[in-house]
Structure formats: structure tokens, C-alpha cells
């Protein structure tokens, strides 16, 4: 895979500014960015809109929104409200997707939380329809299923997607997250078939790992699913870029130029 078949997520990069994120990836090839909220906070977003705009990057996604999760009403409105400023700042970047992490209340059964992921990505169909900002919903591992989000696998994104059942309601695979689940392929053609596969996201899940969360590896380490979840995306016939989203205070901590040389790599056989 060529650079420019790549997207990378600005939190990759943790210590670049989205100034020297959109500058050291369009100067490498790289196709396009995710922009994660951290990274722009406090910026001028029509500034970074123009900047983005003059790139050649191509735009991908604003990471992250969600967690609809909450035990009384006002919790799960604040949700609601923090999700409608991320479309707006969505729609001001220009980007035209934004992916959910979706919540988990501890205390609360699956079914309850899944309940009120479902209220809450309906709540925002309306503002998403004016935009026209397409909701993503991630699923993650199931060792995160207690806090962050009840949507576990690719099959509960699916049943979930499927219930709203709206045009701009999809998915965003990610490989760190699913590459454990049986039935991936079905669940992949499943999502496919039915136009909800919006995006795609690589990183290693390492079974060593020194952090729940920020020790991610690249492409070929750990249990090394990259390359074959591609195939199974490349053959549902999705065309869209390939996502990098790596968490990893290991990476974080070298150089950035070296890492992304490293990111190029790892890819190449994808």
C-alpha cells in the first residue's frame, strides 16, 4: 500500500501541533487525515479548515464523539450537547464524518446502555442531516465493554446501524478492536453489503501490553491481524483510504519523523 492509500489520525502523532500534522503529511504522500478534537482545541478551525484545504490532504473524519451513556437524563443530555458541538466543529473543518465512541455506565446492563446509544445517534440525525456529517460507530474490545463503549464487536455495530437504519449511520472498523471476533469476515460483508462500512482503521492489538490503552503497535506487531482484516475489507469492496490510529507512549516518545517512516512501512504490504 502507497502512502497516499493512507489516512493518518492526527493522535498518531500525539506530539505534533495539527499544523505540523497536516504539514509532515502531505510533505511524506500520505493521502489524508483524521483530526482528533484534542488537536485543534483552542485553534482558529477556519484557519485549520484553510490549511487543510490547501494540503491536497484528503479530509477523513473528526475523532471523536459519543459516549450517549449515563445514568439520569442530564448526564446523557450533556452527551447529546458535546456531540452536536463536534458536528458543528465537523462542519466548520470541513470533514465529513465523525466517528462514535459510544459510552458504557458501570452499573447499567448492556441492553440499557445500548439503549441509550441508540436514543442518542437518533437525537443527532437531524443536525447530522442538515450537514450532511456521516456517524461512524466504532466498536471496541470487549475488555473495554464496562466504561467506554457496549458496542463490542462488529456484530453490535451492525445490529445497532441496522436498527436506526439511516443512510448517514455507518461503521468504523478498527483492527485493534475486532481482530479477535469469529465471523469477522461475515460481519464485514454484512456491513458492506449494506453501504455501512465508512472507514477503516489499522493498528496491532499487542497481548504484552504495558497500558489497557496507550501501547498500540504498528501493522505486523502483536497478534498481526492488519494484513488479513485488509483483505477482507479490500474484498467486501471497500475503496475508502486506510486509517493509521496508533495510541503508544512507546512511539510517542521517539521521533515523529522516524515514526512516521516507520508507519510507511509497515503498510507497505497491506
Known amino acids: 500500500m502507497n502512502p497516499d492509500q493512507l489516512a493518518i489520525h492526527t493522535f498518531t502523532n500525539k506530539p505534533w501541533s495539527i ?10 504522500g500520505i493521502g489524508g487525515i483524521s483530526v482528533w478534537r484534542e488537536t485543534v482545541a483552542g485553534e482558529d478551525l477556519k484557519l485549520v479548515r484553510k490549511r487543510l484545504d490547501d494540503s491536497g490532504l484528503r479530509k477523513v473524519s473528526l475523532v471523536r464523539g459519543g459516549f450517549f451513556t449515563g445514568k439520569d437524563a442530564a448526564t446523557r443530555e450533556a452527551g447529546i450537547a458535546t ?3 463536534a458536528l458543528r466543529e465537523a462542519e466548520v473543518l470541513g470533514l465529513p464524518m465523525i466517528v462514535l465512541v459510544c459510552g458504557a455506565t458501570i452499573g447499567q446492563t448492556p441492553e440499557e446502555n445500548l439503549d441509550q446509544i441508540r436514543e442518542g445517534i437518533a437525537a443527532l440525525l437531524p443536525q447530522a442531516e442538515s450537514s450532511g456529517i456521516r456517524l461512524a460507530i466504532e466498536p471496541l474490545h470487549p475488555m473495554y465493554a464496562g466504561d467506554r463503549s457496549a458496542v463490542a464487536s462488529m456484530k453490535d455495530a451492525n445490529d445497532l ?7 448517514l449511520v455507518g461503521v468504523a472498523l478498527d483492527v485493534f478492536h475486532v481482530w479477535w ?3 469477522l469476515e461475515a460481519q464485514i460483508q454484512r456491513c458492506a453489503a449494506a453501504g455501512r462500512l465508512f472507514a477503516f482503521h489499522v493498528c496491532e492489538f499487542k497481548p504484552d501490553f504495558d ?7 504498528l501493522p505486523g506487531e502483536g497478534v498481526n491481524a492488519s494484513a488479513r482484516i485488509a483483505k477482507m475489507v479490500k474484498a467486501a469492496g471497500f475503496n475508502g483510504l486506510t486509517e493509521v490510529e496508533i495510541f503508544s507512549r512507546k512511539y510517542w516518545a521517539e521521533n515523529q519523523h522516524q515514526f512516521l517512516d516507520k508507519i510507511i512501512a509497515s503498510c ?3
Open 19 to 28: 499544523h505540523e500534522c497536516i504539514e509532515n503529511y502531505a510533505r511524506r
Open 83 to 85: 456531540n452536536r458541538e
Open 161 to 167: 446501524a441496522e436498527s436506526l437504519n439511516h443512510p
Open 181 to 183: 471476533e469469529t465471523g
Open 211 to 217: 497500558h489497557v490503552l496507550l501501547d498500540r503497535g
Open 268 to 270: 507497505a504490504d497491506l
